[in-house]
């Protein structure tokens, strides 16, 4: 399980080009003009993590899987996107079918790329998308609740569940709020997902910078550090540009490049982190011989949901898990030498799946 990533923002704010460093590809065209995207394009990256590579190299595998991100350049948004403005109607459709939101926003001084709206405020620009993305919502369930009228007069169950979360969420975009500060109970939370609002989307704030703020940030970024902080929404600070270099350069020449820019890690790096965190995912590894792969879950994962991951019939199937923690593994040296120290662990269908767990499934047929 991986998930799928949207990067929207406004034109020329450097989604283009933050999509082709992600992706390794030129596949997005990077142009200094509105609308240069005008299919959504859709490129799988490896998820980075070192400890995978660690469990590869004690248990001699000969494959090393990653686990795979998916992410969508959109194309740029308008006032008035809700109405159709722009690319507005296809934006908006593009927008529902992600897991989460990278919001790219301009955080750089540059008077050879213009902007769309003659100036450079990245709270401004947030705002216009996220008053947009409201507007799409309200429009929406004003029309659906107009629809379900007479189901609920009949007394439809289902209807009846709708309308009541329908209206939980049109008060809060008439408040001026995103769906996604609506609190629901675990009963609703299956009716609420099949709302499919494009504000219940989490909202990951990607500030572009120049190449020489890339460490630190600048003043524009730290505003919407705090905007983040208010909404309590998440932010990482990347240049596209620096992000779109690296991603030209083998292992060795990007390390040193990183290093020259006074930066400990890619931007890439930190951006799958933080969306790791905006949904809530860990990662689980099988190990042996022939491979060392990752998978992704949700925290709070059983170990048959775990299983039914990597084929449904593990979790159908499921008798136990053999379990050892990566640190275990890692420090002992493999799987026999865990098992005899007794940190291999046989963990049933109650047990949650902890991030980085060394795992081996025994099912039925």
């Not at 910078?209 to 208010?230: Q, T």
Request: charged letters at 25%; a negative charge.
């Amino acid at each position: 399980m991986g998930f799928k990533m949207g990067i929207v923002g406004l034109p020329n704010v450097g989604k283009s080009t933050l999509f082709n460093a992600l992706t390794k590809t030129a596949a997005a065209q990077a142009a200094n003009f509105p609308f240069c995207t005008i299919e959504p394009n859709v490129g799988e990256v490896a998820v980075p993590d070192a400890r995978l590579d660690k469990l590869a190299a004690i248990a001699a595998s000969k494959q090393i899987i990653p686990t795979r991100m998916t992410f969508v350049d959109i194309a740029g948004l308008v006032k008035g996107a809700s109405k159709g403005e722009g690319l507005g109607n296809q934006f908006l459709a593009n927008i529902r079918e992600v897991d989460a939101i990278a919001h790219v926003l301009r955080c750089f001084e540059d008077g050879d790329v213009t902007h769309v709206e003659g100036r450079v405020d990245p709270v401004a620009d947030a705002e216009t998308i996220e008053t947009e993305l409201m507007l799409a919502d309200i429009e929406s369930l004003e029309k659906r609740l107009q629809n379900i009228v007479r189901k609920v007069r009949g007394g439809d169950k289902e209807a009846v569940q709708q309308e009541r979360l329908m209206k939980l969420a049109l008060a809060a975009l008439e408040d001026g709020q995103p769906a996604r500060v609506v609190e629901i109970d675990d009963e609703d939370a299956k009716a609420w997902a099949m709302l499919q609002l494009l504000t219940t989307k989490p909202v990951l704030y990607v500030c572009n910078v120049g190449e020489a703020e890339a460490a630190e940030g600048n003043a524009h970024s730290a505003k919407v550090a705090e905007m983040a902080a208010a909404q309590g929404n998440s932010h990482v600070v990347i240049s596209a540009q620096i992000e779109e270099e690296i991603s030209q350069l083998e292992d060795d020449e990007a390390q040193m490049f990183l290093e020259e820019m006074g930066l400990s890690e890619a931007g890439l790096d930190r951006l799958i982190r933080a969306g790791y965190e905006l949904l809530h995912l860990e990662t689980y590894f099988t190990v042996g011989p022939k491979e060392a792969r990752a998978w992704t879950i949700k925290t709070g994962t059983s170990a048959p949901k775990a299983a039914g991951v990597i084929h449904g019939d593990f979790e159908k199937g499921f008798i136990r898990a053999e379990t050892i923690a990566y640190d275990d593994f890692v420090t002992l040296g493999g799987e026999q030498a865990a098992k005899d120290a007794g940190k291999m662990r046989a963990e049933g269908k109650g047990y949650v799946v902890k991030d980085g767990d060394v795992m081996h499934f025994l099912f039925n047929t």
